[in-house]
C-alpha cells in the first residue's frame, strides 16, 4: 500500500478540488461530527473501565489536528460565505468540548 487514498484525500481539499459544499457539509458536519461523537465516546468507554484519565483525554482530542485541518481548507477556500466560516468555527468549539 503507498498512501496514495490518504495523501490524494488530504492534497485535494487542500488544494480547493473538492468542492466547499462537500467539504463543509459531507466531510465537517456529516463524517467530522460522526467520528468526533465516536472518539468522545471510546474516551467515556475507556475512562469509565477504569483508564487512566490522561488515556481518554488523548482519545478525545486525537482527532484536533483533522478537525484544524477541516477549519483551514475552508478557511482557504475562495468562494466561501461568511456564513459558512461562522458556522465551522462554531462547530469546532463544539466537537472540541463534546
Not at 14 to 32: A, I, Q
Not at 62 to 71: K, Q, V
Request: net charge positive; no cysteine.
Amino acid at each position: 500500500m503507498n498512501g496514495q487514498p490518504a495523501q490524494n484525500f488530504f492534497s485535494r481539499r487542500w488544494r480547493s478540488e473538492v468542492p466547499m459544499r462537500t467539504v463543509f457539509w459531507r466531510d465537517m458536519l456529516g463524517v467530522g461530527t460522526a467520528v468526533n461523537v465516536l472518539a468522545t465516546f471510546v474516551a467515556f468507554m475507556v475512562a469509565s473501565q477504569g483508564a487512566s484519565s490522561w488515556i481518554a483525554v488523548t482519545i478525545h482530542f486525537a482527532l484536533l489536528p483533522y478537525n484544524i485541518f477541516l477549519i483551514a481548507v475552508i478557511g482557504r477556500a475562495s468562494p466561501r460565505s461568511r456564513l459558512t466560516v461562522i458556522g465551522s468555527f462554531a462547530w469546532l468549539a463544539v466537537m472540541t468540548v463534546v
